[in-house]
């Protein structure tokens, strides 16, 4: 079973007091800043000989409050988003593609400025 890191109240406020972060979730979940994550993509594909820790040093994460396996796994996320959908991924408008399935039709779905937007797809 996996363990899940709980962070304390000051190990909270430090993480929310750097700008790459914004927000926790349940005290165990950091929500990073969409421009840091883009940001770590591009120095990752740019300097491959950077780890993932070196990067989330330089968007000053103090790394005694993180999990040592945390970059590592973000980084790979990340990357591997990147290069599927592009750097639009990372940007707020985001794009899903769903069938549903009472009639079989592609639908997609955008979340614009806080609105869900759904429009009929190609079939």
């Given amino acids: 079973m996996k363990k899940v890191r709980v962070y304390t109240d000051y190990e909270i406020k430090k993480l929310m007091s750097n700008p790459n972060v914004n927000g926790i979730k349940n005290k165990s979940q950091i929500i990073y800043n969409p421009n840091f994550k883009l940001w ?36 790979c996320s990340w990357v591997k ?28 779905i955008k979340i614009a400025n806080d609105n869900l937007v759904i429009s009929k797809g190609d079939n």
Avoid: C, H, W
């Fill in 81 to 108: 988003k990147y290069k599927m959908f592009g750097s639009e991924y990372f940007t707020k408008d985001r794009y899903t593609y769903k069938t549903l399935e009472e009639n079989k039709k592609l639908y997609v």
């Fill in 40 to 75: 770590v993509v591009k120095e990752k594909i740019l300097n491959p000989e950077k780890t993932a820790r070196q990067l989330f040093e330089s968007g000053g994460f103090d790394m005694n409050i993180i999990d040592d396996r945390t970059p590592q796994r973000r980084v």
